[in-house]
């Protein structure tokens, strides 16, 4: 019997205690889903900057390509190759169409 006083009786938890810590468990809980909708949303507006930048890319490829050929467009060859390939001549030359090209170079080359 001396063991039984020797025993230091078990103390239950307080409710108070117990609910102290359901009400951090949820506070924790919803702070932790307060940032789910502005993470999800600065994801969103990273993707979308991401495009964006393969726009400006893409157009400023384009623009630079376009500068070139306006570029090129200033000399008198290129504004005279742009002529021939739609069908124009210059005065006093006399102008012969070929067809069936495409035709006579698959029967020539097999």
Known sequence: MDSDKTRVPR???ARTATVLRW???LVLVG???SYVQPIRSYEDARRDVE???A???ALTQKRSNLQRR???ASSDKFIEQEARTHGLARPGETL???QGIERWQKQRNG
């Open 11 to 13: 103390r239950r938890t």
């Open 55 to 57: 726009q400006i890319d």
């Open 51 to 53: 495009r964006k930048e």
């Open 96 to 98: 012969f169409l070929v």
């Open 31 to 33: 702070v932790a889903l």
């Open 70 to 72: 306006v570029s090129l």
């Open 23 to 25: 009400v951090g468990a």
